[in-house]
């Protein structure tokens, strides 16, 4: 059966798991008098849900008898009334349901939907979305699963491969941090390859390292002497280098800003 929560098990669900609960007891008590209609009907309860989740995947109207159908409970900034008493949830509860979803203001809200494993799921007035990196138009480097290298003071050789790192490198940055691996409860490499730890004392304050930063801040230097180089010199042929070699590192910086600054 599919891996989810009881929270979020259909009705159908639920009623087969307690049918089969009841089934298994039974049995377990021997109050069935033949074993084999009991087992014959624990069998076809198992196999059920099993047989109408793969129906649901093929056909929309399965899908809809078993789990139900979605409910729009906020359209253009409007509650829907009538689709909050079909689900029989109070205005509280649906001010409780908003809030949990960082939905404070009703005002802000452009539309709401209730799914049909009774979570509700709002999407924000244009105005009132946070802001993102694409809407400023700053691009961002991806970002890949945080291996984990450490725990409780021993080498995960396994999280070492998955990043790509070897003993050697994690001993070094160590180092740099100034701890030893003894004190380290847990240690995270992250997709731009910086190593967090966090120490069995609490009291030991873990410097944090800037290495990305100083080296994007001494190519913006560098950039910067360039042209001024450019400015000081007489020499035409120097002038003209100079201007471009500091365009090209202008463009280097551009690409390595989501990398080195994030």
């Known amino acids: 059966m599919k891996k989810k929560t009881l929270s979020r098990a259909t009705p159908f669900d639920f009623i087969s798991y307690g049918v089969i609960a009841i089934i298994i007891s039974l049995i377990s008590l021997n109050l069935i ?18 047989i109408l989740d793969y129906a649901s995947m093929k056909s929309k109207s399965i899908y809809n008898i078993v789990h139900g159908k979605e409910r729009v409970l906020i359209k253009n900034g409007k509650i829907m009334e009538d689709n909050l008493s079909k689900e029989k949830i109070t205005g509280q509860e649906f001010l409780q349901q908003l809030r949990s979803k960082k939905a404070f203001n ?3 809200v ?6 049909t494993n009774g979570d509700i799921n709002v999407s924000l007035k244009a105005d009132k979305k946070p802001i993102t990196s694409h809407d400023l ?5 991806s970002k890949a699963e945080p291996q984990t290298v450490i725990l409780d003071g021993n080498i995960l050789n396994e999280g070492l491969t998955n990043a790509g790192l070897n003993h050697g490198w994690l001993t070094t940055q160590l180092e740099i941090k100034g701890v030893c691996l003894e004190n380290v409860f847990l240690g995270q490499v992250d997709s731009s390859g ?3 730890v966090d120490l069995f004392d609490d009291m030991i304050q873990v410097p944090k390292t800037e290495i ?3 080296l994007y801040a001494s190519l913006q ?3 910067a002497d360039l042209m001024s180089f450019s400015l000081d010199t007489d020499n035409k042929d120097a002038k003209e280098m100079y201007l471009n070699d500091a365009k090209k590192l202008e463009q280097i910086l551009i690409k390595l800003e989501p990398h080195l600054l994030r």
């Open 194 to 196: 910086d190593l967090y």
């Open 33 to 50: 008098d033949n074993n084999y209609f009991g087992l014959i009907a624990l069998a076809i309860w198992a196999i059920l849900p099993i």
């Open 106 to 108: 009703l005002a802000d």
């Open 110 to 115: 452009e539309f709401a939907i209730m799914e």
């Open 212 to 214: 990305k930063e100083m």
């Open 221 to 223: 230097k560098t950039q």
């Open 137 to 141: 138009g700053k691009k961002v480097g």
